[in-house]
């Protein structure tokens, strides 16, 4: 996994660290040739009432997917990541990622 120039790591939900491994693990078996970029955590610029800021969302890159991957890789996600209280928005069409969030009342703590 690789972490997108000015990205930063402190601050976040235990559970948005828990979907960074899980979606490495799953790009990995779907896209083994291809890396997982981390391109946003609450870091960037981005809508004001978003969870980025509270360390409750983080961005992946998809450009560098084939469709077939990125369908996979979205689908495996949802089966793992949606019953551990995660959303999992496929923003692959404007913004080139996924974009992986707590569900509203999820919040564990922050590291």
Not at 36 to 44: A, K, P, Q
Not at 46 to 55: L, V
Not at 75 to 87: C, K, P, S, T, Y
Request: charged share 30%; proline share 2%; hydrophobic share 40%.
């Amino acid at each position: 996994m690789k972490l997108k120039i000015g990205v930063r790591l402190w601050r976040i939900d235990s559970k948005i660290h828990v979907a960074m491994g899980v979606a490495l693990a799953i790009f990995r078996h779907h896209a083994p040739m291809k890396t997982c970029v981390v391109t946003s955590l609450n870091d960037g610029t981005h809508d004001p009432k978003s969870k980025h800021y509270a360390g409750e969302a983080v961005d992946l890159r998809t450009r560098d997917l084939t469709v077939e991957e990125g369908d996979a890789i979205l689908a495996d996600l949802r089966i793992v990541l949606e019953e551990e209280g995660l959303e999992i928005l496929d923003e692959r069409q404007d913004k080139s990622h996924f974009h992986i969030q707590l569900k509203q009342g999820s919040v564990e703590y922050v590291l």
